[in-house]
């Protein structure tokens, strides 16, 4: 029942419009997991995950923010890692705190409120290009999982755009966990291929098994394609508690006026059951 309940909520959050099969590119760096701390402040932990645009570079970020200094730590799926300097300006929007982050192989702006909220990275630019990162604030109370990962298709048939072979090297499924995993919660996809990427909400359900320190849950959620269409999907996640791996492995549905697309999608990392 618990489920069933939480997916109608979160169900809601897919709109889906049944027009042409063009794609446009969404920026939604504003829809995130974020849960407030007790602190209620900008400062503290952000963590979520890059995609570049055009190319399969990906991998995670974690913000660093003190009265007196802002980091961001960026770790990639090849092995490579950069380390950001953040400075704060004036804001002269209302109630917001920005940084700029800088460094040799890339920039990007971060904007978040004075309660910790609506953290948001713009204009984000890396050697490769421009890309979107996508974060949410860690706390005690609701700690942030990260995986970076692929997907593909079963078959991409003749879509004009899945089955595009240059587009195909560009594949990536990145997801945000929020909460311990024990209960139910939120996941957040970032799904990025060429130049378009889509960022939705999905539910983790609570665990359904516990063996040594792997945590076993059930995903699922949905996400608007462009203006026709709806992928849906399914996973499992089997995580360590300790922090030491995290493992997602799924199925998506591409379902339109004029296609159906299956695929699969994976994380970068895995876990083997102890």
Same mark, same amino acid.
């Given at each position: 029942?618990?489920?069933?309940?939480?997916?109608?909520?979160?169900?809601?959050?897919?709109?889906?419009?049944?027009?042409?099969?063009?794609?446009?590119?969404?920026?939604?760096?504003?829809?995130?997991?974020?849960?407030?701390?007790?602190?209620?402040?900008?400062?503290?932990?952000?963590?979520?995950?890059?995609?570049?645009?055009?190319?399969?570079?990906?991998?995670?970020?974690?913000?660093?923010?003190?009265?007196?200094?802002?980091?961001?730590?960026?770790?990639?799926?090849?092995?490579?890692?950069?380390?950001?300097?953040?400075?704060?300006?004036?804001?002269?929007?209302?109630?917001?705190?920005?940084?700029?982050?800088?460094?040799?192989?890339?920039? =990007?702006?971060? &904007?978040?409120?004075?309660? #910790?909220?609506?953290? +948001? !990275?713009?204009? @984000?630019?890396?050697?490769?290009?421009? %890309?979107?990162?996508?974060?949410?604030?860690?706390?005690?109370?609701?700690?942030?999982?990260?995986?970076?990962?692929?997907?593909?298709?079963?078959?991409?048939?003749?879509?004009?755009?899945?089955?595009?072979?240059?587009?195909?090297?560009? =594949?990536?499924? &990145?997801?945000?966990?929020? #909460?311990?995993?024990? +209960? !139910?919660?939120? @996941?957040?996809?970032?799904?990025?291929? %060429?130049?378009?990427?889509?960022?939705?909400?999905?539910?983790?359900?609570?665990?359904?098994?516990?063996?040594?320190?792997?945590?076993?849950?059930?995903?699922?959620?949905?996400?608007?394609?462009?203006?026709?269409?709806?992928?849906?999907?399914?996973?499992?996640?089997?995580?360590?508690?300790?922090?030491?791996?995290?493992?997602?492995?799924?199925?998506?549905?591409?379902?339109?006026?004029?296609?159906?697309?299956?695929?699969?999608?994976?994380?970068?990392?895995?876990?083997?059951?102890?």
């Amino acid at each position: 029942m618990m489920k069933k309940l939480l997916y109608l909520v979160f169900a809601g959050l897919v709109m889906t419009s049944c027009s042409t099969e063009e794609l446009t590119t969404t920026d939604k760096g504003a829809f995130n997991l974020t849960v407030l701390d007790n602190s209620a402040t900008h400062l503290g932990t952000y963590k979520g995950t890059f995609a570049a645009f055009g190319s399969a570079k990906r991998g995670t970020v974690v913000i660093t923010i003190t009265e007196t200094s802002a980091t961001a730590e960026l770790k990639f799926a090849d092995g490579t890692s950069t380390t950001m300097t953040g400075t704060s300006s004036d804001s002269s929007l209302s109630g917001l705190k920005q940084y700029a982050f800088n460094a040799i192989d890339g920039t =990007f702006n971060f &904007n978040v409120a004075l309660d #910790g909220s609506s953290p +948001e !990275a713009s204009a @984000v630019s890396l050697t490769d290009g421009p %890309g979107s990162i996508v974060l949410a604030k860690d706390t005690d109370a609701t700690p942030v999982r990260l995986a970076t990962g692929t997907f593909g298709c079963e078959d991409c048939g003749d879509h004009p755009v899945l089955s595009d072979e240059n587009a195909q090297n560009s =594949f990536i499924w &990145n997801a945000i966990f929020s #909460g311990d995993g024990t +209960e !139910a919660g939120l @996941v957040m996809t970032q799904v990025s291929f %060429g130049e378009t990427w889509f960022v939705d909400n999905g539910v983790i359900f609570e665990a359904y098994d516990k063996v040594g320190l792997l945590l076993y849950n059930d995903l699922e959620g949905s996400f608007p394609f462009g203006d026709a269409g709806l992928v849906s999907w399914t996973g499992t996640q089997m995580f360590s508690v300790d922090g030491a791996c995290i493992d997602l492995r799924g199925n998506w549905t591409l379902t339109s006026p004029s296609y159906e697309v299956t695929g699969w999608l994976k994380s970068d990392d895995s876990c083997n059951p102890l």
